[in-house]
């Protein structure tokens, strides 16, 4: 193999850096061209791309965000968008491709994989944890940390002014970031997609929560059944009117910031991988992490299936709030 291309796409997270960093030192130590495509498939469609060097990678694993940019590309859904960025691919002689991403990455992979015939490798970026096959994407450490940061300052004022604070994490369609951030932030209580929110029982823990406590934290995932954190908070306030409630939006911050250094090391071990694994002939597949050793599993597995956290947290919770 002579020309590997990479690429970013969807929703960015911390360690994409360290991920395309690893991927170029490895191509350039094994002597095989690196070709960095900015803006995921829109730059594959529009042909926007480029050799890469070291210097391109020089002193950029500290960084969030991706050097090579992202973008969400409703062309690449069609066959004649697909067909630019064929033709774009053919024509820079490219034999292997890395793509980092979530969901909509790998499917866009899994169907290109199909329409031209080339290798492809996928390693999981996003801050959300939800890829099947891996306990932990590359982002997803870093992004808790962020929302422990961020509730750890909350609880400080929300303490001074005994106050019940319902902070909303990112999480559409998994409450990974929720539930992990609220054992780490010893949250009284997390509401997560995978369960069914109980109102009357929600009323129940706050009024139980602050007995003899200065402050409570209630971490909610943006895609919880019952609303956003907003919602939620309005939707209890009848209940509680001798309460004082906020609430707190984190927002696209949990996206950005320096990757801790789970994610710098899972970034760098799995992007060598994935070069590995193309000069070996493997395709379409995806690359995960079980414990500290490097698995995979096919990209159709991976998009098919979906990755749901432990509920038995849950339990751990309410076990530590019981008084």
């Known amino acids: 193999m002579k020309k590997i291309a990479l690429l970013t ?34 730059g594959m469609i529009d042909g926007r791309g480029k050799n890469m060097k070291y210097s ?22 069609e066959i004649e968008g697909r067909q630019k960025a064929i033709k774009f691919l053919k024509e820079n002689e ?5 793509v980092i991403g979530g969901d909509g990455t790998f499917t866009g992979a899994k169907i290109l994989g199909q329409e031209m015939n080339i290798p492809i490798i996928g390693l999981p970026g996003t801050i959300d944890n939800d890829i099947y096959g891996t306990d932990y994407t590359i982002g997803f450490d870093t992004a808790l940390n962020t929302v422990i940061s961020a509730v750890d300052k909350i609880r400080d004022t929300a ?53 003899g406590r200065r402050s409570t934290i209630i971490l909610v995932a943006e895609g919880d059944d019952e609303g956003h954190a907003l919602d939620i908070m309005n939707k209890v306030r009848p209940f509680l009117l001798e309460y004082d409630l906020r609430h707190s939006v984190l927002g696209h911050m949990q996206r950005g910031g320096s990757p801790s250094v789970q994610d710098r090391i899972l970034a760098t071990r799995m992007g060598n991988y994935a070069v ?36 038995a947290y849950l339990k751990l919770i309410e076990t530590l709030r019981t008084k």
């Open 159 to 211: 303490s001074s002014h005994h106050r019940v604070f319902f902070v909303e994490v990112m999480g559409r369609d998994a409450g990974f970031i929720a539930l992990y951030s609220a054992i780490a932030s010893g949250a009284e209580s997390v509401l997560i997609p995978e369960e069914i929110t109980d109102i009357p029982r929600l009323v129940e823990n706050i009024k139980n929560q602050n007995k």
């Open 276 to 311: 590995d694994l193309l000069i070996e002939n493997n395709s379409n597949i995806t690359i995960g992490v079980r414990g500290t050793e490097l698995i995979t599993c096919s990209i159709a597995e991976a998009i098919k299936e979906h990755a749901s956290p432990d509920l």
């Open 9 to 42: 796409s969807g929703g960015d997270s911390p360690g994409m850096n360290a991920a395309i960093r690893s991927i170029v030192k490895t191509c350039l130590n094994k002597k095989i061209v690196p070709f960095g495509i900015f803006d995921g498939y829109q």
């Open 56 to 77: 391109d990678v020089d002193n950029i694993i500290q960084y969030g965000g991706t050097i090579l940019g992202s973008a969400r590309c409703k062309e690449f859904l």
């Open 94 to 98: 490219v034999e292997g491709l890395i």
